[in-house]
């Protein structure tokens, strides 16, 4: 079964850290490159970074410098390491892989930063 399972989200104050998992189905994982996506309230999803097979990232503008997509191979895993949090960056996030499938879309991990 194909499985998409986002987990590390939850409240952090501005300038802090979180570290969210992607635990993949192989299937997935071995065939895509992989992506982290989020949605804020009232906006469309969006990309925040991706990795390809060979390792290459790609950031959107908004998190560069700040967010750091990696991959365990041996855990078909996929994180984000997210530094200096900003207001702007809560939202849900989500992974798939790249380019998304809408049928691989999970329930995501809320990211919230607040003080």
């Not at 992506?35 to 970074?49: C, F, H, S």
């Not at 560069?64 to 939202?91: C, H, W």
């Amino acid at each position: 079964q194909v499985q998409l399972v986002e987990s590390g989200g939850g409240l952090v104050q501005p300038g802090g850290s979180l570290r969210l998992s992607c635990a993949a189905s192989e299937i997935i994982f071995r065939a895509y490159a992989m992506g982290w996506y989020r949605q804020a309230p009232g906006k469309q999803r969006e990309l925040v970074a991706r990795i390809g097979n060979s390792g290459v990232t790609y950031y959107a503008n908004s998190v560069k410098d700040r967010f750091t997509i990696s991959t365990d191979n041996a855990k078909n895993t996929v994180y984000l390491q997210m530094n200096g949090l900003k207001p702007e960056d809560a939202a849900v996030y989500f992974c798939n892989r790249f380019p998304s499938y809408d049928a691989y879309w999970g329930q995501g991990t809320q990211v919230t930063v607040s003080s």
